[in-house]
């Protein structure tokens, strides 16, 4: 069964940082691709990002590019999204999501995407 708990959220300024943590068990991870998506209040559940496991594809919503850079750790099979320059836009809860998918497939929809964390709360003041 696999598990994705993510954490890292909360409340920053505007021009702030932050970094997101997305643990994951259950599996062995290198056929799969993470996710990163957020949902602000009223509005659908986007896509910001996602990466291999095993590397060699990272893409990126334009909303987020040059901004939000996904990066990993296998050793402690952990997926980190780091914020930069976060902007009140960006306020929503933040998911990661997990597929096995092969080659280097990278799904943007929702439905491209079989297990989900809880999610993680990020406000941005401005």
């Known amino acids: 069964q696999v598990q994705l708990v993510e954490s890292g959220g909360g409340l920053v300024q505007a021009g702030d940082s932050l970094r997101l943590s997305c643990a994951a068990s259950?599996?062995?991870?290198?056929?799969?691709?993470m996710g990163w998506f957020r949902q602000a209040p009223g509005k659908e559940r986007e896509f910001v990002g996602a990466?291999?496991?095993?590397?060699?594809?990272?893409s990126y919503a334009d909303s987020v590019k040059g901004r939000f850079t996904i990066s990993r750790d296998n050793a402690q099979n952990t997926v980190y999204l780091q914020m930069n320059s976060l902007k009140f836009g960006d306020t929503a809860v933040y998911y990661c999501?997990?597929?096995?998918?092969?080659?280097?497939?990278?799904?943007?929809?929702?439905?491209?995407?079989?297990?989900w964390g809880q999610g993680t709360q990020v406000t941005v003041s401005s």
């Open positions: 999501a997990a597929v096995e998918a092969g080659g280097l497939s990278l799904p943007s929809g929702i439905m491209g995407y079989g297990y």
């Open positions: 990466d291999r496991w095993s590397g060699g594809r990272t």
């Open positions: 259950g599996r062995t991870f290198s056929r799969y691709a």
